[in-house]
């Protein structure tokens, strides 16, 4: 039997209700993972849509991880409101079952990718909870350095306060 391949590549219009199903279930089994307000209010063709309107910027971006046609892993770089924006921040989850596979690493390498050679972004940014020590290795592996003298607390989606500290990279 041939090995399964995880495939990592722009979302599609196609993805939406997939897309929203991940986004739903990333945001019930992970507390370093927080989904945006009013995204269980989304419809599909909403998605479709904001997929489209993202995939024709070079200041945001939605790659999937896809395991045969199931989608098991997100990352994405979301610039201010402002599409002449410099910075973007990073945002990366895979569902907890694909945990310690690497494709933590290999969503952020797309991202690196897309930031260095087809985006208009200067820099990424991004908050990591310093509970979660294997997404700060990994962006710290990839080059992202602290920008925060200290921690600081964010309150993550079951309402605990916890330490967390932002990292950045110039693209």
């Not at 690493?105 to 972004?121: F, H, K, M, P």
């Not at 602290?146 to 607390?153: F, G, I, K, L, P």
Request: proline share 1%.
């Amino acid at each position: 039997m041939a090995e399964e391949v995880v495939d990592v590549r722009p979302a599609e219009v196609t993805d939406a209700a997939q897309l929203l199903a991940l986004l739903a279930q990333l945001g019930r089994e992970s507390n370093t993972f927080t989904v945006d307000d009013g995204i269980e209010e989304l419809s599909e063709t909403d998605e479709a849509e904001q997929i489209e309107r993202i995939s024709g910027t070079t200041t945001n971006v939605i790659f999937v991880a896809v395991l045969g046609d199931r989608l098991i892993g997100v990352s994405t770089v979301q610039a201010s409101t402002d599409f002449s924006a410099v910075q973007g921040e990073v945002g990366v989850a895979v569902l907890k079952e694909f945990w310690g596979m690497g494709l933590g690493t290999a969503l952020v390498e797309e991202i690196l990718d897309w930031a260095r050679n087809y985006s208009s972004l200067e820099r990424l940014v991004l908050t990591v909870q310093l509970r979660n020590t294997r997404a700060a290795k990994l962006y710290q592996h990839l080059g992202f350095e602290n920008c925060t003298a200290t921690s600081y607390e964010v309150v993550d989606p079951t309402g605990q306060r916890v330490a967390a500290i932002d990292m950045s990279l110039w693209v």
